[in-house]
């Protein structure tokens, strides 16, 4: 079993819509759940994270996690064309341990 | 600011030649990590240094690939020779926080796309 199991996608919705993308792990020692962006051609960057179970917000974006299920979602509201774009999620213990990504969700918001 | 910087973009190379990847981090960042990414496999961590320090290089594919970091603004990422299966996209990326109680922002940069023919 992989560590991080996410859906490749591709995943194509319409403009307004809400996005739900999530990532199932392993490894019950994870402490903080981030997420991570990649536009085509450029590399990932941080979108947010959140540390043990619960949820954040950030404007349109929602991070939840579940530790007893061991299952990260990421919920997109008012879903925009600039949102498409792979989102990877990256579970992580802390400290000096490696940071292992999922193999990302490719998302596209049509028009 | 300037991110990180890597060169060259694109790299397109015949079998068994010698690529040399480079790798210039955020200034100020102390641990600097070589990934590799491609459709099949994602984005795969190959070696990570701390203050210029190989710490885990358990990643790193085959005696074929070798990584160095002489100073804090600089590092390599070299494969000799290279076969076709080499062919992805390498990303470095910095951290100014790792192993002292960071979150786990990587900073990245754009990555060298390397073909081997």
């Known amino acids: 079993q992989k560590e991080v199991e996410q859906d490749p996608g591709p995943l194509s919705v319409p403009e307004g819509a809400i996005v739900s993308l999530n990532c199932t792990y392993s490894?019950?020692?994870?402490?903080?759940f981030m997420w991570y962006r990649q536009y085509s051609r450029k590399g990932p960057e941080l979108l947010m994270y959140?540390?043990?179970?619960g949820n954040k917000e950030d404007g349109r974006f929602t991070a939840q996690v579940d530790k007893s299920s061991k299952y990260i979602s990421l919920f997109i509201r008012d879903s925009q064309p600039s949102d498409s774009a792979t989102y990877l999620c990256a579970p992580f213990t802390g400290g000096g341990n490696k940071l292992t990504f999922g193999t990302g969700t490719q998302l596209k918001v049509e028009l | 600011d300037a991110g990180v910087i890597q060169s060259p973009r694109h790299e397109v190379t015949e079998m068994g030649q010698e690529v040399t990847l480079r790798c210039k981090p955020i200034s100020g960042h102390n641990s600097l990590f070589w990934y590799r990414q491609t459709m099949m496999r994602g984005l795969e961590l190959l070696i990570y240094f701390n203050n210029n320090v190989p710490i885990d290089d358990s990643g790193m594919p085959e005696d074929r690939f070798s990584a160095k970091m002489p100073n804090a603004s600089f590092s390599t990422l070299k494969i000799q020779p290279s076969e076709p299966r080499d062919s992805a996209v390498y990303f470095c990326?910095?951290?100014?926080?790792w192993g002292q109680g960071g979150t786990g922002e990587l900073f990245f940069g754009e990555g060298s796309r390397l073909t081997v023919l």
């Open positions: 959140t540390y043990s179970s």
């Open positions: 490894n019950s020692a994870f402490q903080y």
């Open positions: 990326a910095s951290s100014p926080t």
